[in-house]
Nanobody, 114 residues
């Protein structure tokens, strides 16, 4: 029910912006987040944002990535700057509703070349 977009190939030092929105209706969204999974590694939290706008980031992306949301559109964004080859991964968006229902996007591939 979540559609992620914005992935692609970028050179190290470049930028990309990911976006994710529900394809259907999700009521009472609470938190929104981005996770990523690199080949051979576990899925990890990249960034999360609460319904009040409070954010938290994984240590490896602090100062480079910014998560934001548009509550009117139920859309979450991830602005990624100063990309590094180690940021290469499939990025997944995640939404949790107030009733604890949890939704995942299909993933969008980000590849950073050195």
């Amino acid at each position: 029910q979540l559609q992620a977009s914005g992935g692609g190939l970028v050179q190290a030092g470049g930028s990309l912006t990911l976006s994710c929105a529900p394809s259907g209706t999700i009521f009472s969204i609470n938190s929104m987040a981005w996770y990523r999974q690199a080949p051979g590694k576990q899925r990890e939290l990249v960034a999360a944002i609460s319904r009040y706008g409070n954010t938290n980031y994984g240590d490896s992306v602090k100062g480079r990535f910014t998560i934001s949301r548009d509550n009117a559109k139920n859309t979450v964004y991830l602005q990624m700057n100063s990309l590094k080859p180690e940021d290469t991964a499939v990025y997944y968006c995640n939404v949790e509703a107030l009733n604890r229902s949890n939704y995942w996007g299909q993933g969008t591939l980000v590849t950073v070349s050195s």
